[in-house]
């Protein structure tokens, strides 16, 4: 029997630049606030779905199953108040229309490449802005504590300076230029998927502060990150969105953020009150707890004052007018193919080889067969598909179509099998001169939560979630 060459494969596959500062006048600002209509100043405390030709609520359930929307949040033209316009993108931009597929976060963060992970946030503020946003999802900075978690390929891994270092890179590039301002999250301790809404993480101040937090507050003090987002889990038994220790104490008055807080999408605010004197700026992506009846209702009982809705506001419209608006352009071709020679090359200096006993790169000189392995071999799976770009399917270069594309041209043979037939895989492997096994994990394995768009509930079973099996 041959000795072969075995490699297997999981397709999964400090610059100084200076950013935007939120520098608007507080005098302004307040003179703003004092002039609005208490009307416009509720408008600025939630967020509405913008698609052409679709009523909100099937904006809204298009969005949440996966096609892509924009939610625009308080413009208000007639006081020159900029509105801003969120898409999601760890792995590049989450709208409709193709836009470049980056690699994920758990991928670029094996690069320790800190100018790498600049240039990937100025391309994704770039076609941000060329699609109308000026606010994007993409500085994750949750610790991966716990490998089944159903979002742990969009966090950079384990270690909170390594996690730090790369998220300041990040929103250092994306606020670098474009008029385009990040959205670092999930605030705070966000660590498990399928019952993120029930979870209650418990921790003592050193581990909170020393570990969870770091990437955080080097986001605000070295990266100047314009906004955050809350978690749907609690931490020490109050949920982020009502954390008052955690967004006031902490955060702001602390490490001294400017910025504005945006909850997690439609479950990520559970009480209305709490969440406002927590100082939660905005409920993401339409009112359901920061409804006016309700505000007004607070109001009445003596509960909540304007004074306190100015001061909810004031960052939240201090922020945006330091940012302003992108108009949407179409890229031109150069602008396309720079971007996707970026992806290119984030991917070829992310791959980390755990072993190499002489398996790559391949010799092939004498070789006549390969043998590729697994389902996921012939698969374009880009993982968590919440994240993933609108993308041509045929376009993705799968490890069975590059493996035979790169081997024809020395005239090498490469096999396929996915490995259930176990006969067929050994007779298979007797004539091979090495052997590729592709595994991993899919969407429907570990992945976001989905959705229901009819009830707006999350249902674990639709797909994905946090994985059944560690191994």
């Given amino acids: 029997m041959k000795r072969h060459s075995l490699l297997t494969l999981t397709p999964f596959c400090l610059m100084s630049l200076t950013t935007h500062i939120v520098t608007a006048q507080t005098t302004d600002v307040d003179k703003l606030i004092r002039e609005m209509t208490p009307e416009e100043k509720l408008e600025q405390m939630w967020g509405l779905p913008q698609r052409n030709n679709h009523n909100e609520r099937s904006a809204l359930a298009e969005g949440l199953t996966g096609k892509g929307l924009m939610v625009t949040s308080g413009r208000n033209k007639e006081r020159g108040i900029p509105g801003f316009t969120f898409v999601d993108g760890p792995k590049g931009v989450s709208y409709h229309g193709k836009h470049t597929i980056y690699p994920a976060p758990v991928l670029r963060g094996c690069s320790f490449d800190k100018e790498l992970e600049t240039r990937m946030g100025q391309a994704l503020a770039l076609e941000t802005a060329a699609c109308g946003g000026n606010y994007i999802g993409a500085v994750t900075l949750n610790i991966t504590t716990h490998p089944q978690c159903g979002q742990a390929e969009l966090w950079y891994g384990e270690a909170p300076f390594h996690a730090a270092l790369m998220g ?190 002489g398996q790559l790169p391949f010799d092939v000189r004498g070789m006549k067969r390969v043998l590729v392995v697994g389902e996921l071999a012939k698969s374009g799976n880009l993982g968590e598909w919440h994240y993933v770009p609108s993308h041509d399917f045929w376009n993705i270069v799968t490890p069975l179509r590059g493996i035979r594309r790169y081997l024809k041209k020395y005239g090498v043979n490469v096999v396929y099998t996915s490995g259930e037939d176990l006969n067929e895989l050994q007779m298979l492997a007797q004539t091979a001169d090495a052997i590729v096994v592709c595994i991993g994990r899919t969407d429907f394995t570990q992945s976001q939560v989905s959705v229901n768009p009819d009830t707006m509930y999350p249902l674990a079973e639709y797909n994905g979630g946090d994985r059944q099996n560690p191994i």
């Avoid at 660590?191 to 029930?198: A, F, S």
């Avoid at 720079?338 to 290119?344: F, H």
Wanted: charged share 25%; net charge neutral.
């Fill in 168 to 357: 300041v890179q990040l929103t250092r590039g994306i606020q670098h230029d474009h008029k385009v301002m990040a959205c670092a999250k999930h605030f705070a301790m966000f660590e498990l998927e399928t019952n993120k809404g029930e979870i209650n993480a418990v921790v003592d101040d050193r581990a909170l502060n020393e570990i969870y937090l770091i990437p955080f507050m080097k986001a605000v003090q070295d990266g100047n990150v314009a906004s955050m987002m809350t978690s749907y889990n609690k931490v020490n038994g109050h949920f982020t969105s009502e954390h008052k220790h955690l967004l006031t104490d902490i955060a702001r008055n602390r490490w001294g953020f400017k910025g504005f807080y945006t909850s997690d999408w439609v479950f990520g605010v559970y009480n209305g009150l709490n969440a406002l004197k927590a100082g939660q700026n905005v409920e993401m992506p339409g009112e359901i707890h920061y409804r006016a009846d309700s505000i007004y209702s607070m109001m009445d009982k003596g509960l909540v004052t304007w004074e306190e809705i100015d001061n909810l506001i004031r960052p939240t419209i201090a922020t945006k007018l330091q940012y302003g608006e992108n108009k949407a352009r179409k890229l031109s071709k150069d602008e396309k193919q720079s971007l996707r020679d970026l992806s290119q090359e984030i991917a070829e200096k992310s791959m980390v080889l755990l072993k190499n006993e």
